[in-house]
Nanobody, 127 residues
């Protein structure tokens, strides 16, 4: 039984920082892509960052320079460091993982259908 469990969300003031963590169990994702999506109130879920098996990263334009995705394969964990937060970063952040792809191109990584495992989400509120 594969599980992704996020943590680290919370309420912060604009300009603040948070680090989200996602611990995977039931499957070793070290050779596969993992990512973070978010869903703001009233909006569709969108990809914010992804990291492939080689550590290559992709970011949404709106978060480049402020978000950093990383992974610790020994811990089967992916992180999202969020700096210089803006109110528009508010939303539920979801960890996503795939057991099918080790690499996703710049046009593929935002496609939620390519990820077959999802966490329950963690709320981030920026005021």
């Amino acid at each position: 039984h594969v599980q992704l469990v996020e943590s680290g969300g919370g309420s912060v003031q604009a300009g603040g920082s948070l680090r989200l963590s996602c611990v995977a169990s039931g499957y070793t994702f070290s050779g596969k892509c993992m990512g973070w999506f978010r869903q703001a109130p009233g909006k569709e879920r969108e990809g914010v960052a992804a990291i492939d098996s080689d550590g290559f990263t992709n970011y949404a334009e709106s978060v480049k320079g402020r978000f950093t995705i990383s992974r610790d394969n020994a811990k089967n964990t992916v992180y999202l460091q969020i700096d210089n937060q803006k109110p528009e970063d508010t939303g539920v952040y979801y960890c996503a993982a795939t057991d099918r792809f080790s690499r996703l191109t710049s046009s593929q990584w935002t496609d939620a259908a390519r990820y077959n495992y999802w966490g329950q989400g963690t709320q981030v509120t920026v005021s």
